[in-house]
Structure formats: structure tokens, C-alpha cells
């Protein structure tokens, strides 16, 4: 997995006032989760363009002053209606400890119950992943091609390389729905179709007139 390089300045004041300033200015205030204690900082919300915007996990190098700390991210809240990020809150890991973050799943393949009319329905886009900051991947991919029409992934059907999934086994990841025209079998469709051309065929014929 990439790490994500970033800067951020120590928080000297808390607060709803202070966190309102800190984002006038451009930036983003935000909370280490650590082992010993909390730290608080902000950086600039340019900072986490390139860690939020992309369908890849990330790790993350913080630099404050002339400390650094190895992160991962937890969680993030955006506003509500310009969507800009409000705040961040981050776990600092260490490479001799396994590391809990969330992974985006990554498909691949092209489903056999897709191509015969059905629709891919993802139920979880990220999954819960526990392994050593070295071991863990930028994403989890999961082949459908041979997913049919009512198939799907669960979580205990998944397995990847020197990390434990750690979201419930039964949990559904990911369905290859039936869609309005896949739901009929073959034989409704050929009934429907006779009826349809029996019906034609008799507003094509013309009446015959009645006896007076």
C-alpha cells in the first residue's frame, strides 16, 4: 500500500471557535487516535485531495515540527451541503502491531449473469481489513465473470494474502440481480409472444359481415 506524505501544525487551542478559524483559513482540524494519547493538528484541506479523492487505500506520513507519525485514516465528517471536509480523525499504527483500516473492494471480470440481462448490485464498496502496515493492498479485487443471474460474494467466501477481513462472514458483498426482463423464464416469454402474434392476427382479420 502507498503512503501518502502530509504536514499539519499542532492545535495550541480547542474549541468550536477555534476550529471555525482553522477552516476559514483553508484548512482542516484533526485528531491522532494513539496509543498514549490524543494529539490534535490541522492541515491544509488540499492535503487530503490525493488520500480522499481516489477509489485506492492509502497509509499516511504525517510531519509536524520535527515529529512524524504513521497514520491511518478512521474517519472524516463533510458538509452537508458544499461537501467540503470538516474534520478528520486518524489512528497512528506501528509496524510491529497489525493495523484495522478500510479497504475499497475492486471488480473485475465480466459476469455471465450480467451478460444474460441481469445487474450488478454492490452492497459494500470497503471492507475491514486487520494486517501489518506492509501487508496490506491498495484494494481487494474480486473476479464475478462467473457470477449467474441470483449469485453473489460474501465475506466468508473472500480470502486475501496476509490479512484477516474482519466484517461479518455472512455479510453480502456484492449480487447479480434479476432485472424485470430476466425475471421471466423462457416459456412465459414464448407465451407472451404467441399471444401477442394471436392478437395481431386477429385485428388483422377482417369481419365477416352478418346474415340480414
Known sequence: MKTIEIKGTFRTELGK?????V?????????????????HFYTHENSF????????????KLSIEDKEYNLVLK?????????????????EFFDDKPVIINIPIKISG?????????????????????GFAKDLPESLPIDITNLKIHEGVKVGELSYDKIELLDQKKSMVLTIATSRVAQKTDEEVLAETAAAEAAAAA????????AE
Do not use: W
Open 17 to 21: 471557535k477555534s476550529s471555525k478559524q
Open 23 to 39: 477552516r476559514k483559513a483553508g484548512n482542516v482540524p484533526c485528531v491522532i487516535y494513539g496509543k498514549e494519547k490524543n494529539i
Open 203 to 210: 385485428a388483422a382479420t377482417p369481419e365477416t359481415p352478418a
Open 75 to 91: 474517519d472524516m465528517q463533510f458538509h452537508p451541503v458544499r461537501d467540503n471536509i470538516l474534520h478528520a480523525d486518524f489512528i
Open 110 to 130: 465480466d459476469s455471465e449473469g450480467v451478460l444474460a440481462g441481469g445487474k450488478l448490485s454492490i452492497k459494500r464498496r470497503n471492507l475491514k481489513v486487520k
Open 49 to 60: 485531495k490525493n488520500l480522499v479523492y481516489t477509489p485506492d487505500a492509502h497509509l499516511v
